[in-house]
């Protein structure tokens, strides 16, 4: 990476189709007369050679009109809002869409709400950015293809490995920005530049207070979703952050820090994020978690798991050496996740034997054969079921006939 050329040839990290892609929107572009820019995470990271696919396309005029012009060249359909002068450009023949954006600045009525947008060069939507090294666009219609516009010096920075405000009051304006800043240090190994880290004080962190629980929580998820999360939730447990967000958010337990980088072993779902905010909140009392959801704007599924894995832990000393069909009676209504990060905190060893067993355990017999017996249908119907379920789990039926037998004892105690 050099910082002197102003042409970017090496576009070799590119899919060769998104290449094609890019150049097809470009020539449109250039027959409009649009001047069309790459913008954002797509430069830093063609820049810093790192493979990059998602565009953040910036047309300097009308993204709508642009969008039109594109449906009609190509198909596909067009989805405008008029309001952001945006559109969506659903691409024909695939189920792909692309964001077509109109450069524009922002103007912020109150620190941490959302900006008013209005239309304006491109080298003003790169003003309004958040770090210089996202503050970089590559114009691409016609013969500008390649053109790095840089008013703010970010390439240099990302040489330097270097993250930087553009303002003193980027982070008051938004303090999204704050964790934004922390996942780049613990993505790129960047360092926060002095004055910048100094911009994350009292002031700035103040402001988190106001922010929407669906936006801080969006902000944590992407955190866990990282390769580096729990160098980020150090830093930003040290920070101060978690305070701002809710007075009873722990620092993340450094013992815990091994398993968010897990490795499948189950057929379970996993997802980084759950198991994240699993572990993190597993050891406060109840009536902590549920306030702390509710500030995060959990889904009612989220917070279930979230709460489960809390009393299953608690639970835990009382359940050890039961029987396989007392931990099932225990387990059965809890989520699947829940239980196996218990177990990955715990290593009870009838939590794995749970998952990876004993929730597949049926008896042979079931709901039609009772009926065939001329058993009416009831609660006595699952009462029977589940004690033929529990002696197969606890080693007291060792074949079919066995449970044949025991259903006739049981059908003559109804
Ligand atoms: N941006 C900003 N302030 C924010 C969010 C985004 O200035 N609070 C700008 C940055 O220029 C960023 C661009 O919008 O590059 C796109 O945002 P996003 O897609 O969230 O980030 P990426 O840069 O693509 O980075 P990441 O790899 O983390 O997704």
Same mark, same amino acid.
């Not at 980027?170 to 934004?180: A, G, K, M, N, Q």
């Given at each position: ?195 910048? *880290?100094? !911009?994350? #004080?009292?002031?700035?962190? &103040? ?7 669906? $936006?801080?929580?969006?902000? +944590? ?61 597993m050891d ?25 894995v809390s009393q299953l832990k608690k639970?835990l ?11 099932? *009676?225990? !387990?059965? #209504?809890?989520?699947?996740? &829940?239980?196996?990060?218990v177990?990955?905190v715990s $290593?009870?060893?009838?939590? +794995? ?62």
């Open positions: 990476m050099t910082t002197g050329s102003r042409f970017i040839t090496d576009f070799g990290l590119i899919l060769p189709e998104r290449l094609d892609l890019l150049k097809q929107i470009a020539s449109v572009a250039a027959s409009q007369s649009l001047p069309l820019f790459v913008v954002g995470g797509f430069v830093r990271d063609l820049l810093l050679h790192h493979s990059v696919n998602d565009f953040d396309l910036v047309v300097e005029g009308d993204a709508i009109h642009f969008g039109n012009a594109l449906v009609r060249k190509y198909g596909g359909k067009l989805t405008p809002h008029q309001k952001f002068h945006t559109a969506i450009w659903h691409l024909p023949n695939t189920s792909e869409t692309l964001d077509l954006i109109t450069a524009r600045k922002e103007t912020y009525l109150a620190p941490g709400a959302l900006p008013t947008v209005t239309p304006a060069t491109m080298e003003d939507d790169l003003r309004r950015r958040d770090f210089t090294v996202n503050a970089m666009a590559i114009r691409i219609d016609g013969g500008h293809f390649g053109e790095l516009l840089d008013p703010l010096n970010g390439r240099a920075d990302l040489e330097n490995k270097i993250i930087r405000v553009l303002h003193p009051k980027s982070f008051v304006e938004d303090p999204t920005r704050i964790f934004r800043a922390i996942r780049y240090e613990g993505r790129y190994s960047f360092t926060l530049e002095p004055a910048t *880290l100094s !911009l994350i #004080n009292s002031e700035s962190i &103040s402001v988190i207070m106001r922010l929407s629980g669906e $936006r801080i929580r969006h902000e +944590l998820d992407l955190v866990f979703e990282e390769e580096n999360s729990s160098q980020m939730l150090l830093r930003a447990g040290k920070l101060g952050l978690f305070n701002a967000i809710h007075p009873k958010l722990p620092m993340f337990n450094p013992d815990y820090f091994v398993f968010l980088e897990i490795d499948p072993i189950l057929d379970i779902p996993m997802s980084r994020m759950e198991i994240g905010y699993m572990l993190w909140f406060l009392m109840e009536d902590d978690i549920l306030s702390i959801a509710r500030r995060l704007d959990f889904s009612s599924d989220m917070t279930h798991s979230v709460w489960a639970s000393p009382f359940l050890v050496n039961s029987r396989p069909s007392v931990w099932s *009676l225990a !387990l059965e #209504n809890l989520p699947l996740l &829940s239980i196996y990060v177990y990955l $290593r009870e060893s009838a939590l +794995l034997d749970y998952l990876s067993i004993w929730r597949h355990v049926k008896p042979h017999t079931t709901g039609d054969d009772l009926k065939a017996r001329g058993l009416t249908p009831g609660p006595r119907f699952g009462e029977i079921l589940s004690q033929l379920r529990a002696a197969w789990l606890d080693g007291d039926l060792e074949s079919a006939q066995q449970e044949q037998d025991m259903l006739e004892r049981l059908i003559k105690l109804n």
